[in-house]
């Protein structure tokens, strides 16, 4: 039973290039969350899905997109990567809504330069 | 307007001395819940504890505890007997329905141990 795991863990990309970063639960949770964490802040979430097939935006979405085409597969994606999106970013699935209990991927350092 | 501050941004103490992280929260909501998440230096987010707001009772978890209470709006979370390893940041969190459940984090206090 492995959680939530995330690839890549680390990733440096020059402005304006694209990635994905994956995130899988093997819980078969309904929920699932994109996050970010900057210096000195607490993780603001970025996208969000309530189910297999569906998406919403969170509080900062703009500069990314997310699909979630398997119920246990939520991706992220930079279309073109600025250095404002140097971060660390988090995935987390919850049961349910979520005022349940999250549980938290490693984490992905992304550098963009 | 900040809806959950954690206004010690760092703490530092001497091993097996008592530590109180402080958390205080804004809703209008009566149906809400406040979390306590750690992240030690290894990066990982780990649950501590949940409450809703129906619940009032102090919370012990060995040499952790919790205190909630309404009045002040406040969740603040110690620990006892400090040891090494409980070097982390701590992170409180607020769920209220008016924003969907989703969690409002504070901004976190690193919490240094020193042996």
């Known amino acids: 039973n492995a959680g939530v795991t995330q690839t890549p863990k680390f990733r440096v990309l020059k402005t304006g290039q694209s990635m994905t970063l994956l995130c899988a639960q093997d819980m078969n949770h309904e929920y699932m969350y994109w996050y970010r964490q900057d210096p000195g802040m607490g993780l603001r979430l970025i996208h969000y899905s309530v189910g297999e097939g569906t998406t919403a935006k969170g509080e900062v979405p703009d500069g990314y997109n997310v699909s979630r085409l398997k119920k246990q597969n939520f991706l992220l994606g930079l279309e073109s990567a600025a250095p404002s999106q140097t971060s660390v970013y988090f995935c987390?699935?919850?049961?349910?809504?979520?005022?349940?209990?999250?549980?938290f991927g490693p984490g992905t350092r992304l550098t963009v330069t | 307007a900040q809806k959950v501050t954690q206004a010690q941004t760092e703490i530092s103490v001497v091993e097996k001395e008592d530590v109180t992280l402080d958390c205080v929260y804004e809703?209008?909501?009566?149906?809400?819940?406040l979390f306590w998440y750690k992240q030690p230096p290894s990066g990982e987010l780990v649950f501590l504890i949940r409450r809703n707001s129906f619940d009032e009772q102090n919370e012990i978890s060995g040499r952790y505890s919790w205190n909630f209470q309404k009045s002040t709006s406040s969740f603040n979370f110690t620990i006892t007997a400090s040891q090494v390893v409980d070097s982390a940041v701590y992170f409180c969190?607020?769920?209220?329905?008016?924003?969907?459940?989703?969690?409002?984090w504070g901004a976190g206090t690193k919490l240094i141990i020193k042996p």
């Open positions: 809703t209008r909501d009566t149906t809400y819940y």
């Open positions: 987390a699935s919850s049961l349910d809504r979520p005022s349940y209990e999250q549980y």
């Open positions: 969190a607020l769920s209220e329905a008016r924003s969907n459940y989703q969690l409002i």
